[in-house]
């Protein structure tokens, strides 16, 4: 949970005081990823902040591991690296990179990331990039920041579509208190074309992500568990999401990863998130599949392109 950034709305950042900071070390990792390929999971997600003590090499070395222990299908989510760092864990045998742009509007990216340097076309020329060193790629947004309208939303929606993405994170921005975004929120009125952070607004960006990229791998989110314990994630797979997100971090570590307040799932072991998953999904009568998961192949959606709109109005 170690990270650089002073992302306003995340309650891992760099500014979060009074918050033990941990690194799980090779072991550990490989333990829990042993527990992920006995449940039959084909995938796994390492995610981080965006930690310059996860070295190269380690991380090279790591992925080797992972990939000769446990046969998964590896996916990396630990933030903006150097072009040397992404090409060293591709040809270490990492397969996927998740990399939200998290908002399409320039300035409220920029308002929301202070560091110097954070600029939406950095991150997006930073996706492209990771496509031609051969990584799937994931991206997506949060739905209801503060300042952000629905006509954004619908913008992010065609910027997943230029982007073409394998993978779509969509979640619904919770606000976590002791951040600089959380606290301004809670004493301001909401602008008239603010977009709300709701379940059916969530789940109308996700049937609308569907739409756009039918090839790609959209999960129930963690985000919308946590908004809506009881039927969030149902409610997306039944409109377009096709992928759940077990837990495997050992429970000691939860509540130390709390990138926004009472996030889903954390007081439950690998084992238990296992079979409460499998039950909820044989509760909307799907079962899961088997695998590495990877993306469908684009050409079995013979669509025409998107109009790539650019600067200009989105015709969602
Ligand atoms: N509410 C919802 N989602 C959040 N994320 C970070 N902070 C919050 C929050 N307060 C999401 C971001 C990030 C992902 C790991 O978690 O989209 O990319
Ligand atoms: Fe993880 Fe229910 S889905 S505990």
Redo the contacts with the bound molecule.
């Keep these: 949970n170690h990270c650089r950034r002073h ?1 306003h ?3 891992l950042a760099a500014g979060q005081e009074g918050l033990f900071r941990y690194r799980m070390d090779d072991d550990e990792i490989c333990a829990a990823a042993r527990l992920a390929r006995d449940c039959g999971y084909g995938t796994l997600v390492l ?1 981080a902040g965006e930690d310059p003590g996860l070295g190269s090499q380690r991380m090279a070395e790591l992925i080797r591991r992972l990939k000769a222990e446990t046969g998964l299908a590896i996916t990396l ?1 630990l933030g903006e690296r150097s072009d040397a760092d992404l090409q060293a864990w591709r040809a270490a045998g990492a397969d996927r990179y998740l990399l ?1 742009f ?1 908002t399409s509007n320039p300035q409220l990216y920029r308002r929301i990331h202070p560091n110097h340097g954070s600029e939406i076309s950095n991150r997006l020329a930073l996706l492209r990039r990771l496509k031609a060193m051969g990584y799937a790629i994931g991206s ?3 739905v209801g920041i503060p300042g952000q309208s629905r006509a954004d939303v619908a913008q992010d929606l065609c910027t997943l579509a230029q982007l073409d993405c394998d993978m779509i ?1 969509i ?6 208190p002791a ?1 600089p975004l ?1 606290k301004r929120a809670a004493g301001n009125r909401p602008e008239r074309d603010q977009c709300p952070a709701d379940l059916d607004t969530v789940a109308t960006a996700v049937a609308l992500a569907r739409l756009l990229c039918p090839w790609a791998n959209i999960p129930a989110t963690t ?1 919308v568990a946590t908004l809506d314990p009881q039927h969030g994630r149902e409610d997306m797979l039944c409109r377009g999401a096709n992928v759940v997100m077990p837990n495997c971090t050992p429970l000691a570590y939860r509540e130390l990863y709390q ?2 307040p009472d996030k889903a799932c954390q007081h439950e072991s690998a084992e238990q998130c296992h079979s409460c998953l499998n039950a909820r999904l044989r509760a909307i009568g799907r079962q899961p599949g088997e695998g590495p998961g990877h993306a469908q192949p684009r050409d079995r959606y013979p669509m025409p392109a998107i109009p790539l709109p650019g600067s200009q109005p989105c015709l969602l």
Excluded at 171 to 176: M, V
């Design positions: 992302c709305y995340c309650g995610q989510s939200r998290e997506g947004f949060m994170g979640g619904p921005y919770l606000a976590h951040t959380g985000a990138i926004y």
